[in-house]
Each structure stands twice: as C-alpha cells, then as structure tokens.
C-alpha cells in the first residue's frame, strides 16, 4: 500500500500582523529597529491552568476555531495580537532581547518574561509589571515547569545575542496542566554548597552559568550538576540551552567546543544538612530556605558540528513520549525515546540510546493531526510533519509516516479556491517547492516556498463529522498502539477514500468513508508494506523487545497519569511472518483487532445513548456496529443492537449457529440494577471499557453520569477514583448525605443544568432528585457553582461576594457559573444591587419639594437620601422627606409677620430671624447624622458644600427674603463654626466603603487660601480614615498655614484616621501644639482652641495603649492653667485632657497603670476629693524643668481649682475603669448623700459622678424605673417627695439643692441608659427615657398627659428653666442614641415638636437646638442604615459627643470644643442589612428570625426582624435565618466574638457588607406586590384558571382564560420557561386545537412546577407523556412515530427511580419529584399495551426459535412492538435461552418450567417467563 497523497488547506498567505499593526499605528518612531522578531502561540497556553485542563472556553475538538495569537518585537516595543485584532501593547525603557511565557511559581496564569540587558520584566495578562534587576549578564530566558531558566556568561561578552531561530515558547507542544514539582526526590539529599552558608560566612558566592526564578518574590538561585553522585555549581558557560520544556523539566544543550548535544532533566533536591546545623537555623525558619535546583545529564550525542535548529516534544507511534533534534547539516531528524518511571510518587526520566532512531529531514515541526483529543499522561500526543530533503512534506505519527502533503495547484495561478479537483495536485509538477517550515501551532503550520512566500496552512486534523471524530477518538484511546497504528494505515493511506483527502467533503462521505475502512480492517490484506509497519529487524535486540522481561519492564515505563501502556513492538510476533521483504498478519491479528475495535465503538455507542441530541448518529454508529458484530459472528452484540432499532432486522438477519464470546455491556441496564439493588451489586461488566479507562474523553458524558450515579447509591471515592475504576473528579465541600457529595461530583466535573437537560428523562430523574433534596438547605461552603446547580443563586451571589476580590477571578467564576445554568436562564448572571445614587431618579414620590422656596430648585446635601433600600426601610410614609425638611439649612426660614409691615414689625423680624438663626447653625450636626456615609464620590468631581443661610422670606409678603442686619449682629462670628459644622456634614456624606481616598483628590480640593470649609472637610476625612492618604508634607504644610479651623480639624481628622496607632510622626506634630512639651526656653503661644484639639487627638493616637508617659502628660494638662489669652476656656482645656487620659488607659484599669496610687489620687484630689495626698512625692520625682512647668498648675499651695479640674478628672476615671465593675473606684466616685456634700459639689458634677459610676458599672445598668430610682441617694429622694406637700418645712434654698441635684441625677441615669444601649433600640429603655422627657417637658409647661403621680411635681419652682432645658434634651439625646438609625416614630414626633417651639418657650438657646438637631440626625443615622456599637472605643467616643455641657452659642467653646462633637461618627457601625431578590436584583422584603447569645439581662432569644433592617452587635448576635414561606431558607451561623461589625469589602463578612442575597419561592409573590398574602392562594387560582381554558363550553372565552395563565404564572414566577410556557397556553391556535386532554395534562404539569417550585420537571412531565403518547398511537393506529425502542429504556429507568424511592434507596422529607400515581399509570399503560398487541406472542415463539424478527409486511411496526416487549420484559437472548432450557430439561420432574427459569433469569419478568414456559413446553411437545 502505497503514501497517500493529501492536500494542504491553505488558508491564506501570511504576514506578521505585527507589522500591520504599526502601519495602521502611522509613521513609526524615529528610533525604531530595523530588524524584528515574532512568534506565533496557542491562546490556551495564557489561560490558567485550571481553566486549560478543563478545556475551557476553546474546545480542543476544533481548534481551527480559535485564532493563532501573535507576539512582535521590535526594538523595545512588543504588540500582541489576536487574530486580526490587536490585544495588548508593551513598551518597555530599553531593548528588548528574548520573549518567553513561562509559570512562574504558584501563579496559576502564565507570565510574558522580557529580557532586556540590566533587567527582566513580567508582565500578567491583566498588564500589572514586575520588574526585576538582574545581578549580571543574562543572554537568553527559558521556561521550565517550575520556573524560569537563565542563562549567563562568563566575562564580558556582548550584552546581547540575536533572536534565537527558534521559538523558545512552545516548541515542545505542551498543554499547562495543574502545578507539580516534577523530579523532586526526597531520598536525595545531596551536600550542595548552599548560597546562604556563603554569604553568612562572608565567602564570595560562586557564580552559576545557569540561575533559576521560581519565585518573584526571590531572587534567581543557583543550578547545580550532578556528578558521580556529588552536587556542584553549574559553572559550565559553555552549555548553551537550545530548548527547554515547561511541562517535563528538561533542556537541551550544545557545547561548542566538544561539539556535543546534551539532555538534562532538572531536579528539585532538599537543602543540605549541614545548613541546618549552621547558624542559618537560628536565622532562617525550618521551611523557609529556597528551592535548590540541579541538573543531570541524561543523554549526549557528539560529532554535530553545529546546533540543533529546532527541539521539541513529539509521541512515538507507541504513545512514548521523544525529543526530537533537527541536525541540518546532516538531514535527519534525531528521535530520542524518553523512558519514564515512577517511584514514591516521582517521577525519574532517563534516555537510552540504542531506542533512538532518525528520519531524513531538512525542516520539522510537532503538529497535533491524529489524536487531537488524547493526552499521554501530561502530553498531548504529537505527530511531526517533516520536509524530507526531496522538498515532500510528510507527516509522521512516530517513526510511522502516514502521508504526504502537496500544494494545491491553484497557488500557482495566485488562487487560493480550495475548490479545484484535487486530481491536478496528484498528477501535475508544481512550479512551487516547499523549503521551509516554522510557527506551528496546534494543527496550523507556516509554509515557506521557493518564491519568498509564507503560506498559512492546515493539516486537516477533524472531521466536519462530530461522528467520525468520536470514533476516531474512541479508536485511539480503545486500541493498543500497535492495533491503532494499523488502523492509521488504512486511514491515512492512499486507499481511494475520500476520508481527510478533500477539504470540501461533507458528513455524509466522511461517515462513509469511515465505515469502509473499518470494514476493510476486517479483510485479510496479501502483503502489507514493511514500510508502514516499520517493523523492527530480526536481531536480538528484537529478542530482547518481545521478551517478558521487557514487557514486564514496560509496564513502569509511562509518563505521570498513564498506566499500562503497552511495549513497542508494532504487531505480536505470534501473528505475522515475513516473505520477500513484506508483512503478512495471520487471522488471530485481525479478530482481535477486529474485537477491541468492536469494544471500543460499542463504548462510544453506549455513551451517545445518554445524549438525547446524538440519536441520529447513535443509529448510524448501530449500522456500522451490527456490519461489525456480524462479520465477527457476535450474535448477542447484534441482538443488542437490533433491539435498540428494529429496523435493522431487515437488513441483518440473525444466526442462532454463531457463538458469541460475551454479552455486550449495556449502560442503561447497569443504571437500572444500581437503582434497583444499590451500586454494589451492580455488575461492573455492564460497564463499557472504555469508562473506565483514565481520562478517556470520547466517553467522559457516560463516565460522568456513571460516577454521579454510583455516588448516589452508595459508592465511596477513594483519591479520585470509584470502587469500579471509574475517574470523578469531586468539588471541595463539605457533605452529609450522598445526594450532597452527587452534587459536589456534578460541579466537580461540570455537569451543569444545560447538561442535565440533555439526558434521557428517566436518567436524569435520580441526578435531579439529588439536586432537588440539597436544595433548602445546603452546606456553607460549597463554591458558587454548586449553588447554582441547586436552583440557589441566592446562596451563589452571597459566596461569589465573598470570594471574587479580583476582576479576573470574577470573569473566570462567572464563565463557570453560566456552565453551570441553562441558557435560559443567563440573565441571572451577575445580579447587581442598585446603588445609592443611581436610584434616586425613579423614586418620583420622594421628591422633596419646597413649596415656600423661589425657584423650587436647591441643593441641601440632602437630596441623594432617597434610595431604594432607605425608601423600602420606611415604606409609603413622608418620615424621610420630613427630616430632610426639619434638617435643611440651606434655604431661608420661614417669618410669620403681618401683610402690612411697620417699624415695630422689622423689628420684631430682626430679633424673630435672630432666633431662628441659632436654629439654623445648629442644624448640619444633624445633617451629618442623617447623611452619614450615604454617597460615593467621584474622584473627578469637585467637592461642594450646601449653602448655610441665615436669611428669612416672609410668606404673608410674597415670599420676600429677610437677612440679619449686619449693624446689629455679627453675622461672621455667628457663622464660623456653623460653617465649619456644613462642611463636616457634607465630607461625612462621603462613604468609606470607597477605599483609600486619593491624596491627589484631596489636594486638588485644597483652596489656595485656608478657609474655614476645607478644615471641615479635612475632619470629616478623618473620621472617615482617609487622611493616611497624606504625606508629612502635606501636613506640615497645612500647619504652616497657622489658620486656626483648619489645624483643629486636621489634628482631629488625623487622630481619627490613625486611631490606636500611636504613629510617632502624627504625634510629634500634634505635642507641636501643647505648649507644655515645649522647652522652657521656648515660648510659644499657642490658642486654648488647638491645645484643646491636640490633647484630643493625642488621647485618639494612642487609645487603649496605656503608654505611661503619654499619661503623665494628660495628667499634668488636667490640672494646668491654660496657656492661652482666653481663662475662660481652661475648663475646656481639662475636659480634652480628661478625656485623653481616659481615651489612652481605655478600660486598662488597674491592669496595666505602673503607678496607680499617684494616677489615681491626683484624679480624686483633681475631682475634691478628701483624702490626704502627698504631692510633694510627685514633684520629687520630677525633672527641674517638669518642675517649673507645674508651676502654672490651678493651685493655690495644695488646693485645686476643682470647677475647672473635677469634670476631666470625672471623665478620665470613668474611661479608664470602663467596664471593670471596679467597686473601689464606685465608692471612691460617690454620689453625694448629705446636706453638706450636696452643697459642696456642683449639680452638674453630680450628673458626671452618676453617668461615671455607671459607665465602671457596665453589667449592672437596668432599664427600669426602680434602677433609676436607685441612683438618687435617699436624702434627696425623701426631701423632693416632700417638696409635694405644701405644709413641707423644708427650706427654699435646700429646697433648689435637692432638686438640682435630682434632675441632674436623673438626667445622669438616663445618659447613663442611653450609653449602655446605645443602638440596641431596647423597647425597655424607649419606653423609660420617653417617659423622662415628657417629664421633664411638662416640668417646663404641661403639654402631654402624664402618668399620674409617678414623679414628682412641681420641680419648676426650685429650679430654673435652662436646666430643665439641658436636662430635658440630655434626656432626648440619650433616646435618641438607643434608637438610633430605627426612625422610630413615636421619638421623631417628639423632637419635632422640641424643634418646633417658640423662643418664649425656651428654645433659643443655641446648645439646646444643637441638641435636638443631633437627636434628629442619630435617630435617622446615615439614613436609617447605620447605628451605633457598645464596644469601649464607641462607648469614649459617644461619651465625648454627648458630654452634657451645651454651648450657649455658636462660638462657645469654653468647656467643651465643638468638634468634638462629630466624634461619634467613631462609634457607628453598618449593621444594616437589606435582602435583594436575586431574580429581579431589586431590594425586597423579607422575614428574618434573629437569634442573640444569653447575657446577664436575658437568656438565649429569638425574635423577627422584617429585612431592610439593622442587626444586633457582633458581640451577641448568633444566628440569622432568612424564614417565611415566601423565600428559600437561609441559615447564617455566627460565633459571637467582642468585635467590631465587619468592615466594607472583608472577606470573612457573612452579609455582604449588607447585601443578602435571596430568592423567591415559585407561586408566591413578594410582599411588596402581595403584604397581606391573599393573592398566594394558588392553588384556588390555578383551578379558576383551569376550568375556564379547559371548559369546552368556554371556548369562545378562552382569551380571558389564557390571559389568566400568563399574567398568573409570571406573577408567581420568573423562571423563563415556565413562562414561555404559559405563554404558549395563551396562543389562540393552542386553544383551537382538539385534543382537549392534552391540554388538561399541560395545564395540570404547569400548576404542579409552579406550586412545588420544580420547573425542570416541566421538560419531564412533558416527554414521559410523549413517548406515551407516540407508543399508543403506534400500537393503535400502526402509525410508526419512533423506530427505536430506546424510550422504553428511558420508561424504566425512570420507574426504577420511583421504585428506588419507595423502597428507601433513595430518601427525601418531601416524596418524589415525579408523582409517584403518575409513573404508576405510565407503568400501567405500557403494559397494557404490550398485554393487548395483536400477534406479539406469535412474533415472540418465532424470535425465540430460531432468532428470527418479524417480517416487512406491515412495515417496521411488529419489530418494534416486539423489542418493545423484550426490554420491557428483559427477556435474554434466545441462544441464552435455548442453553438455559437444555441444561434445566433433564432435570425437570414438574411440568412447569417457571420456578427454574426464575432462577436462571431472575430479572426477566413474570409475563415473559410464563410465555418461555409456553415456548419451551410447545417444543417438547
């Protein structure tokens, strides 16, 4: 047999696309090289590895699909290409020397490596750069499976060397595959001189000809050689690298001067032990030390003048892995067959010469042409397309050459139609001749002819027949080397057939053709050509091949992941002989052949059974298989096939005289007997071979539903493998339940819905039951696809948040999870929430409109508020338009005046708008409550303030505006710090969830002169933590500035920012501005304002350190006189420094303060305490210039100042004893309880002293009326209840000093509550300060109904009304803080009503309307989605914004600095969460039950919560269930832990950072669309609906009733099918149409998926009652519909499932997905029809006599009836039968055969026995 002839597919001429690039770039630059280089590479190589393995996103079964991508260099510019298009462009500083990409370390995406002369450069394929200096002279690059390899030389040779000929990227043909450090051998642990020892013993290190970088984050090691069992440095400069492979660790080298090729294989060897005992140990940990690499020489192979040109990785004809050495001076092709084994689970590679063999060749090149779709271990398997030196291109599958290739002649005439016959190319001399080969990429090769031209060309490697192409592939993963490379012959060989000869064949000739040679395999040839077979010479190295001891040595001789591969001989010995020089092959050669190849087909035939898309080539495949099993005489396999398809009992007639060798196995009989008797006693023969085979994928669909199956039914995986050999591969996760770990297996291997809906309903009736009963409540941590295999994307968006951090990772889940889905349901993926801001547009009803204002038009800072998630949190009602109303400062008041003014009238307009404007400036403390955190900014877009006007409009007079006088009123003065309150309240708007703010965003809104806003802004950064965006020098600088706002937010803001950090350079700048740290020498006057701020800020920089200096520092400053021009502010001063000191010991305690005694004392003696102190031991211990500066301290001799030292020394206690139940400290800070003390501390000190006992007495602050009651010391308790009595002695001026003290006491407890529940919204704690506040309101002027004589009365008259006041909104403050973020209604109709009084009743004050202004603002906090935490840093931060010492106006800052008071925003935390349907990705609601841990106050509860909503503290909170009937559950377990709330973005956050994702329950609404639940009654409305479309009567109504459907199921539901569906219901010609019952059963399926949430069951129902339905009318009517008897398979896998559940096999809480009755009348009615069927027991006596079918008179109807009846019943073959009966005959004593054919054919059924009883009893008759 001659070489066929086979013509190039030329695809067109080729150019470097990089060059078009650059002209379509324009006139290049100037400096741009002449020269350039490019290669050519697979686009799977740059894909990860994971990805790659899996073939994702180009199918290696057409990869002419995917285009070549192209890397060009040109000077320092490198252009990457895809196809036609331009990918990626890199421009690098210097010259570029070599390109490679390479897998560098764990890095699961190769990496593009640019040598240039001083530094190697990695890029990513995202465009992120390394860059990496290089410590010397580098020539070349190459890449290794664990790493890079680099080459240097020796002195100083050029920097440079040309571009290598060949590509050094992919020339050995690898696939990436998962990482594994190929070569590693433990047992080696060599003495190699490690480069750490040297440079700990200061020795030089010895330089290394060869270095490798394994990890980018190391720097290139050392290689070491091996020789005579010693490792040393490679220092062999003269071994240039000609080749490495990325997935085998070898190198090719050539050594000039010895004129010698070499093979190294790299190893990974265990550092020495003498490092070990080295001094490295202590320095380096055990695991730390680097890799070290070596290199053993493998092969050499001298005499080669010259190089090789090219090296690369190809496969024998044996499946032997060789490499492959052009030598062109010699013309050959050197072929080294590399040897492999494996011990300990490593691999050792070795070469043995005298297997190596050579071809003539000029140019070659690995292609993939024959087995496009196997792998040989990590390998492709690789052929080699060869240009002899007679200018024939050849193509070679090993040393075998199969065939030659030829130009078509159309090039001649500059035609590239592929359409010419290809006769012209066999017969004419072409004027071209090929003289060359480069760029081959998979099967894609350039062709460089004689006329300077570059041709791009295909070896036709696939057939357009998915057919051919299986069993072609099944062929060579089924078949022995030696048998498929026979098979090779025929199929390459010049053999007349058109199979791969003609590029234009279609399906049908390449099927033909393919069938003709396999039965041509069958046909004994007189000589086959030696040529072909290439058979080995008679000699004793042919001996020693076909020896046992070479077999059994062959047995480990494989490459990692192939076993059992067979030895190299060609064809058995014991079948061939030779004569004259050629072959003949005796029969057992080809029967055998004959039988695997049969076995092979027959596993393919088997898989495509399972694919219902596949029927048409299954029956083609059966024709050929029966041709097959005929010529073979397998009776049982032909009997096999006929039954599947009847019809081809006409053209292949049975034998009963054949003997057939084994039943075939049958793939749905061994799915059917594990269903049936559980996986362990299924029989593993039933199995196709081929399934079991490793990684064999022309069969992977069969495998996959083998190994869910087997899973299901009990079988346990051990590594990756099934009790029966079959391969699975299993996702991570945890599993209960065999249906749990079936799922895992499903996502492992890919096997989403769209695959599950391409099984034969019954088999996948189990694989959906198991998806089903995982469904509700699955494991937490499965991977997302696993959710969306279940129907859960709810669950799947929720774990996708979690873990796709990166772009890139987000891209490579999402394309898994859409292999996941069906099609029709991609519009799920990604689900995004609506933000914020792009929401506001559609809310039309939350508009604010301002009916007063001009132009109805403004800015407010309010206006981004309404957003879906705030709008759904308070429903229909106008409780945000009203905040944003009392809030809004940006518009002109309101003044009530008379129509016609006067004199007196503008007047009283002045002093009417003064009040109104100490409303005003108070108003953006609340504003930035209520806004908090509420916007993303653009970092483009320049930061904007609202306005804050003080003006009025008068209605009464047109709306005409009113502004203060500025003769009266110092307009500027009044607004500096409300200004500087706007702009904080509008950079608090910014969210933090932004990240780290951009200093450059920063700068860019820095104004050229310093104003007040800016300082602001910088504070609200701060708070924010985006100042650390700043550099000292940008600090510095605005320090330099010496404005006094903006130093006070700056310092603030940065304290904030760098909170607990202790940061050394913040805190120098901040000590700048305590002139006590100054040196005595240095006098620097520095304002109280900003020793006020730094103080503060010095306590947030070092919170919680207990630094002991720091705290003699504040301490001092408690006790100092304020060194600024303004006295009136030192209590102010002492105050900052209190609360420093408490900030810096923060619930410290006793526990970490050095000199507690001398701390403690001076605090007591601060606050006046009576004990003795000794201050004089304290000043001995000072420096003489600590000395002189306490010099200045508020005393006089040893008496302190206490109205200025005792709140900040109250406040330092309290914070450092915070919540240490420290009841020295409690006694200590006693609450005055005589006549005397009472007047001897001050009311408001008293109120400080109860707020601070409680705030050390944590666990013991009650929410009851009797706790409150408690803390009043009993004189005062009895003398006020007294005051009631008129007839009281009681004098009026002790009289004021009880009251007093009981307001502030109150007022002190309720502080005390609201700090202790700070937004818990404890309805307990609501209920009991609300009833203070309307005490204390109606103390002022009776306004609401009281509650009797619950408290006392009458307070009013001993007391003055501005205490009320503060008290009265202390009181406020605090519920407001308990309710915070809850808008609770009852608590904003109250402070609404403080906001609005008049100034007679006392509202003027400027602290009081700051007051409600802030209560406002917490209640509403961040628009309803933030609250506060009670965790120590909250507790000190809350307790310095809520200190109760009110300013009197907006420039007060004596005793308390008024930027203190956005420090709450240090307390919140975002534990609002909002649940989003994942269908509709809109914010819906949602019932939750929340669960919180036992504390001291309650034991372990439950309570509901309806979603959005905001969730308790981290600290308590234990579990979250998304409950109701409406959506699927969601179980979230928490472990309470005393942490803050999760921060935006972390990964270990359970609630998205707020977003839960879930997912609506089919045939029930949301409760926006249905609250009350009346219209989830579907079952009544489904039968409405029913009974109008289905009613005969109704059909001139069947409009109304078909809309009824549509609209019903798409508002119960949003699966897309399920609504086509009814949408299909709706169509009028539906209706029209006569069979009523179908449309009863369609409409009856579409109520039950709807109201058991089962859509996929739709598919099901449907085709179970079609196949029903086609078998009656087939039975019935003779109508042949299906010709196949494969439903009925499909009928009884499907009942075998029912039976499985109903048998227990197969659990689930809830029945079967599939009506059990249902299945029950299936199962009924086929057998009816099989029972009633005319002649079938005749055709059935005939069939089992003598093996014959039914013949053609009435057509194909009576075969298919009877192997309809043959599966049903199983009934065997009748060979089988007719042995059973002769052995059972002799012994038979009764005249019944039934009892022992039972037992010989026990799953054969009882109607088929009893009618081969009939049979057999006739024939002895």
Known sequence: MSVGVRRLSVLGEFKPFGLIAEALDGKPPDNLADKYDYFLFDPKFVRERAEADNNGGCSISAPSNCSDHELFIRGNRIIWTTGARVFKRFTLPSQVITVCWCHIGDISEALLCVLQIESLTIYNTSGEVISIPLPRIITSIWPLPFGLLLQSIEGNFPAHAPFPSSSRLLGARDIPRPRREIGHSPQNNYSLPSSFNHNIKGETVPMSSHLILSDLLEEPQCTYIEERGKLNIMRDFDERTIWTSDQIPLMASYNKGKMQHS??????????????????????????????????????????????????????DDATPIICLLLQEQKKLLALRLQSVEINNEILFDIKPDMSWSIP??????????????????????????????????????????????????????????????????????????????????????????????????????????????????????????????????????????????????????????????????????????????????????????????????????????????????????????????????????????????????????????????????????????????????????????????????????????????????????????????????????LPPLIRKDESSVVSWARKVVSFYSLLLGAKPIGKKLPSGVFCNIAPGSFCSNEELTALAMVGENFGLQQLDLLPCGVSLPLRHALDKCRESPPTDWPAAAYILLGREDLALSCLANTCKSKELETQTNVNLISMSTPYMLHLHPVTVPSIVSDTSGLDSTKFEDTDSVDGSMTDGMEHIFASGTQLRYGRDLRLNEVRRVLCSARPVAIQTSVSPSATDQDLQQAQLWHLAQRTTALPLGRGAFTLATINTLLTEAFTVPKLVLAGRLPAQQNATVNLDPNIRNIQELKSWPEFHNAVAAGLRLSPIQGKMSRTWIMYNKPEEPNITHAGLLLALGLHGHLRALTISDIYKYFYQEHESTAVGLMLGLAASYRGTMQPVISKSLYVHIPARHPSSVELEVPTILQSAALMSVGLLYEGSAHPQTMQILLGEIGRRSGGDNVLEREGHAVSAGFALGLVALGRGEDALGFTDTLVGRLFHYIGGKEVHNERSHFLSLSADEHNRCAGQMMDGTMVNVDVTAPGAIIALSLMFLKTESEAMVSRLSIPNTHFDLQYVRPDFIMLRVIARNLIMWSRVYPSEDWIQSQIPEIVKSNVEALRDDTSDVDEMDAETFVQAYVNIVAGACISLGLRFAGTKNANVQELLYGYAVYFLNEIKPVFATRGNAFPKGLSRYVDRCTLEICLHLVVLSLSVVMAGSGHLQTFRLLRFLRGRNSADGHASYGIQMAVSLAIGFLFLGGGMRTFSTNNNSIAALFISLYPRLPSGPNDNRCHLQAFRHLYVLATEARWIQTVDVDTGLPVYAPFEVTVRETEHYSETSYCEVTPCILPERAILKRVCVCGPRYWPQVIELVPEDKPWWSYGDKNDPFNSGVLYIKRKIGACSYVDDPVGCQSLLSRAMHKVFSLTSDPSTNDKSGLGSVAVDQLVSTFSSDPSLIAFAQLCCDPSWNSRSDGDFQEFCLQVLFECISKDRPALLQVYLSLHTMIGSMVDQVINGHVVVGDSLNISNLKLALAYIDAQLSGKLTTSKGGIVQSKFMGSVRKRVEELLNCSNGIQNHFSNYLTSGKWPDESQGDKNSILLSWYLKWFRVPPPSIIKTAAEKIKPKLVSSSLVPFLRLLFPTTHINAIDEIDKFLSSQVC
């Not at 070990?276 to 080669?304: H, M, N, Y």
């Not at 060609?570 to 080809?590: A, T």
């Open 361 to 686: 060749a000029v140019a070659a090149a690995p292609v993939i042409v024959t087995r496009p779709r196997v792998k040989v271990g990590l390998l492709q398997y690789t052929d080699i397309v060869v240009l002899a030196p007679d200018n024939a291109l050849l193509l070679y599958s090993g040393k075998q050459c199969l065939c030659q290739y030829m130009l078509p002649p159309s090039l001649r005439k500059g035609n590239l139609s592929r359409s010419l016959e290809f006769s012209e190319a066999a017969s004419a001399s072409h004027d071209l001749k090929i003289i060359g080969l480069a760029d081959a990429v998979e099967g894609r090769i350039n062709v460089m002819v004689n006329t300077g031209q570059i041709f791009r060309c295909e070896l036709r490697q696939n057939p357009s027949s998915s057919l051919t192409n299986d069993c072609i592939t099944a062929m060579a993963e089924g078949l022995s080397s030696n048998f498929y490379n026979y098979f090779l012959v025929l199929l390459w060989g010049d053999n007349n057939s058109t199979y791969l000869s003609e590029a234009s064949s279609d399906v049908d000739s390449e099927w033909n053709s393919f069938c003709s040679i396999i039965m041509q395999m069958g046909q004994k040839p007189s000589l086959i050509s030696k040529q072909h077979l290439n058979s080995a010479p008679d000699s004793s190295w042919e001996f020693l091949l076909n020896s046992n001891f070479h077999k059994n040595y062959c047995k480990f001789n494989f490459i990692a992941g192939i076993s059992g591969t067979k030895p190299a001989v060609l064809v058995p010995n014991s079948s061939r002989k030779e004569v004259d020089g050629s072959l003949i092959l005796n029969d057992s050669f080809y029967s055998e052949l004959f039988m695997v190849s049969l076995d092979s087909l027959h596993s393919l035939y088997e898989s495509l059974k399972l694919d219902t898309l596949r029927k048409r080539d299954l029956e083609l495949l059966a024709v050929l298989l029966c041709n097959v099993a005929k010529f073979l005489g397998e009776e049982y396999y032909l009997d096999h096939y006929i039954r599947d398809f009847p019809c081809l009992s006409k053209k292949f007639g049975m034998s009963m005289d054949s003997v057939s060798r084994k039943n075939p196995p049958s793939l749905f009989k061994w799915l059917e007997n594990c269903l049936e008797y559980g996986y362990n006693y299924a029989n593993v023969n039933d």
């Open 263 to 316: 093979v190294w294989v790299a190893e990974v060897v265990n550092c020495i032990p003498e490092v070990a005992s080295t001094s490295l140990s202590d320095v380096v940990p055990a695991g730390v030390l680097p890799k070290q690499f070596s290199f053993r020489r493998i092969w050499q192979g001298k005499g080669a003048q010259t190089s090789a040109s090219k090296v690369f990785l190809a496969t024998d």
